[in-house]
């Protein structure tokens, strides 16, 4: 069985920075997608930033320029730096990991960013 662990979230101010972790445990696929959804009150859990095994990186069209997710596939780690922090980031951050038809997410960090 596959365990994420996040850790990281908190309150920051407008424009400010915040770091958020994930720790993976279990046996992770080579092929596996690690990154971060968020979902804000009220609406649908949407991608921030994805990186797949052999290095591609997407990001939401909203964090581009802010957030950059990095990955230690040794150690079965995804980051996210997030600067420039505004309001409407505000939301619960789950790690998530994929491949095939196996699905995974952690049990979420809240980061809530004050103007």
């Known amino acids: 069985q596959v365990q994420l662990v996040e850790s990281g979230g908190g309150l920051v101010q407008a424009g400010g920075s915040l770091r958020l972790s994930c720790a993976a445990s279990?046996?992770?696929?080579?092929?596996?997608?690690m990154g971060w959804y968020r979902q804000a009150p009220g609406k649908q859990r949407e991608l921030v930033a994805v990186?797949?095994?052999?290095?591609?990186?997407n990001y939401a069209d909203s964090v581009k320029g802010r957030f950059t997710i990095s990955r230690d596939y040794a150690k079965n780690t995804v980051s996210l730096q997030m600067n420039s922090l505004k309001p409407e980031d505000t939301a619960v951050y789950y790690c998530h990991t994929s491949w095939t038809v196996n699905v995974y997410w952690g049990q979420g960090t809240q980061v809530t960013v004050s103007s």
């Open positions: 279990g046996r992770i696929f080579s092929t596996s997608v």
């Open positions: 990186v797949t095994s052999a290095g591609y990186k």
